[in-house]
């Protein structure tokens, strides 16, 4: 079976710093991956998905950005934390674009 | 641009109950719908894919069901127990392929 994991699971992080957050999928090849953030009040808001290695497209102009350096693993990193940066940021896997997708545990940021 | 709105906003029945929540989304064209459900803290459980083409699904005591027509959809749960406390979302997949949630409905089952 397919399972995804996310870590750190929770983190806190003073404006300015960097940041780093890792999703890996178990138990598939070649899925397409996702992120997303819940912050607060909103709705989910997809930041990032990729249907391959190398291969990134950006939903929200940010200062966060994606990479997916391995088959299934899928990095959101920052050079710059803003306030507005924090939130639950999940991830997610689908076997193609039009499949159910399925989401990890999360990440918790608030930054300070 | 594809909106999706979910009422009510909050729910609160007696353990026992069957229950309707409701989702509406502003455009038709969309490729299917999924119903989650989250729990606090934690991330997503999918409930029920329902393609564009269907008009619905079941999985135990779930079902849901979609007229696309019209833009909405319901989730009904038969005999809610506690356990079935949580908010539950619903998102469309839209015709870029992007996945649109409503903002869900926070469901408390009282014993």
């Known amino acids: 079976s397919q399972t995804i994991h996310q870590w750190p699971a929770t983190l806190v992080q003073p404006v300015g710093s960097p940041l780093s957050l890792e999703c890996t999928v178990e138990g598939t090849s070649n899925p397409n991956l996702y992120w997303y953030r819940q912050a607060a009040g909103r709705g989910l808001q997809l930041l990032f998905y990729s249907v391959g290695i190398g291969q990134i497209s950006s939903e929200v102009p940010q200062n966060l950005s994606a990479s997916r350096p391995q088959d299934r693993q899928f990095i959101l990193s920052s050079k710059k934390l803003l306030l507005s940066d924090s939130g639950f940021y999940l991830c997610?896997?689908?076997?193609?674009?039009?499949?159910?997708?399925?989401f990890g545990p999360g990440t918790r940021l608030t930054v300070t | 641009k594809q909106e999706v709105t979910q009422i009510p906003a909050a729910l609160s029945v007696p353990e026992g109950e069957n229950l309707v929540l409701n989702c509406s989304f502003t455009d038709s064209a969309i490729y299917n719908l999924q119903w989650f459900r989250q729990d606090p803290g934690k991330g997503l459980t999918s409930l029920l894919l329902i393609q564009s083409s269907q008009r619905e699904q079941t999985s135990g005591r779930l079902n849901a069901s979609l007229d696309k027509s019209s833009g909405r959809s319901t989730l009904y749960i038969a005999a809610s127990q506690p356990g079935d406390s949580a908010t539950y979302l619903c998102a469309v997949m839209d015709s870029s392929y992007k996945l649109i949630f409503g903002s869900g409905t926070r469901l408390l089952v009282r014993p």
């Open positions: 997610a896997w689908s076997q193609g674009r039009l499949y159910e997708q399925y």
